[in-house]
């Protein structure tokens, strides 16, 4: 992030990074903000399984990975799941049935650049399981495992791990988990 020097307004090499969340020029006042970007996780769930999608891309390729990606602008977090579950998957939801469990922030590493961000983590419950259909630009594939059996040393970033310790410790054997 330090690479950037010249001042998008000014022109002047005089943008410092405060190594948090934005540049500022000392020339001209301007400011740059680089915030947390919102992405979506979906755990697709039939009875005690959850579907996992294999990595197409960097950063992480080949890892296990949530269906999901990045929010759009003017776009919710939910229309979001539906968007990317069906250019991932071709899998069509009723955003309805959509359940937010937590909030988790996580670094995304891509060409250079560590971008802070904060995924929201969903469940959409499945009566059958789906044969599903892989956008393969981004999915190399994807299996279904057990909640006790998830490969969690092979999962693609931290945050989707630290969500599915709490998700198998927390939500498996909890009253409202049908």
Not at 119 to 135: G, R, V
Request: aromatic share 14%; with cysteine.
């Amino acid at each position: 992030m330090e690479n950037l020097e010249y001042c998008a307004k000014c022109g002047e090499k005089s943008l410092r990074w405060n190594k948090i969340n934005k540049w500022y020029c000392k020339q001209c006042d301007y400011v740059l903000y680089h915030n947390c970007a919102a992405a979506v996780a979906v755990i697709l769930r039939h009875k005690d399984e959850i579907f996992l999608t294999i990595r197409n891309k960097d950063p992480q390729k080949g890892k296990f990975d949530l269906p999901g990606g990045f929010v759009d602008p003017k776009e919710s977090a939910e229309q979001t799941c539906r968007r990317e579950l069906y250019e991932e998957l071709k899998v069509t939801i009723d955003i309805n049935r959509l359940k937010i469990l937590k909030t988790n922030p996580n670094l995304y590493p891509y060409k250079g650049i560590t971008y802070n961000t904060l995924d929201i983590f969903y469940e959409y419950p499945l009566e059958e399981k789906t044969e599903m259909e892989f956008e393969k630009s981004e999915i190399a594939g994807g299996n279904w495992f057990s909640i006790g059996d998830l490969p969690m040393d092979e999962m693609a970033f931290i945050s989707q791990k630290e969500f599915l310790n709490i998700y198998k410790r927390e939500y498996l054997n909890s009253p409202i988990w049908d």
